[in-house]
């Protein structure tokens, strides 16, 4: 553990304490007994108090739970205003005169927090959060950086708690309403058909989807196929040609080669023009 401005200064009360103690400790043999017990007691406080990480994370997880929970709210409010609407409800339940509707317990004219049938404040959910988390440090120290960090996030969990919770009230007051008409069986029978509509529309466009993939890729394999098989044949034909070519190139040098061979045979003896015998090779015969 680090040590802190108070951690400092409990030590330099504890030497304070001795030299003192040193001068009262023949009048009053219990009081140095007293300071150590005191100085111990400073210490447990001392040591029960949070660190900045240990709060900063204990935010962390309130806002990841506010988050996931505001998701849920909304969703039962978009249906629980839809079912009004649907129903003819809406203008019944939506009266200008909000201290008239059910959710406005305290009857102040505003559907919030307050109204909640049950509700914790945001200290003591933080405080259940810390509670979770595992190392101490000292509190009540000058503000520091990461402080100042710490406070600031705290102001943003804390206000997304109360959104969080004025909009739970506001299902609440919609809640009320339906069960004095009667109608909150109807509604939770409502939206469970509606949920799974919307879940079989989605179920079906993702299907849609999977089958559009489907038969991309086989079209897509099915092209690649046949450019290869273009390719391929494109190959050979290159191929024939050049086979062709190369075939007619050994021809021709070979019907070269033959006619060479043909003359040379014809002429090896000094023959030439038709004559045979000596010629130009063999010398005149006289």
Do not use: C
């Amino acid at each position: 553990m680090k040590f802190s401005f108070l951690a400092t200064s409990i030590v330099m009360i504890g030497m304070a304490n001795a030299s003192l103690a040193q001068e009262k400790g023949a009048m009053d043999p219990d009081w140095q007994k007293n300071m150590q017990e005191q100085a111990q007691a400073a210490r447990a406080k001392y040591e029960a108090l949070p660190t900045l990480e240990m709060k900063m994370d204990a935010l962390r997880d309130m806002n990841s739970a506010i988050g996931s929970h505001q998701q849920k709210v909304n969703k039962v409010t978009d249906y629980m205003e839809t079912y009004l609407k649907d129903q003819d409800l809406w203008s019944e339940y939506n009266v200008p005169d909000i201290k008239k509707r059910l959710g406005d317990r305290n009857k102040d004219g505003v559907i919030d927090m307050m109204d909640l049938q049950f509700k914790i404040d945001f200290d003591e959910a933080l405080d259940i959060a810390v509670q979770h988390q595992g190392e101490i440090e000292p509190h009540g120290l000058p503000e520091s950086p990461d402080q100042r960090r710490v406070t600031a996030y705290e102001d943003v969990v804390r206000k997304s708690w109360v959104n969080l919770n004025n909009s739970m009230a506001k299902v609440q007051d919609m809640s009320e309403f339906l069960v004095s008409k009667g109608d909150f069986q109807d509604f939770v029978d409502w939206a469970w058909e509606r949920y799974n509509r919307l879940q079989d529309e989605r179920q079906a466009k993702f299907d849609e989807k999977s089958r559009q993939a489907v038969d991309d890729e086989a079209n897509r394999v099915a092209n690649s196929k046949q450019m290869m098989a273009d390719r391929r044949q494109q190959m050979a034909e290159e191929r024939d040609e050049r086979i062709k070519f190369a075939w007619e190139q050994h021809k021709f040098n070979t019907e070269q080669e033959t006619e060479r061979y043909k003359y040379a045979m014809k002429y090896k003896n000094g023959g030439w023009n038709g004559y045979s015998g000596w010629g130009w090779g063999g010398g005149w015969r006289w």
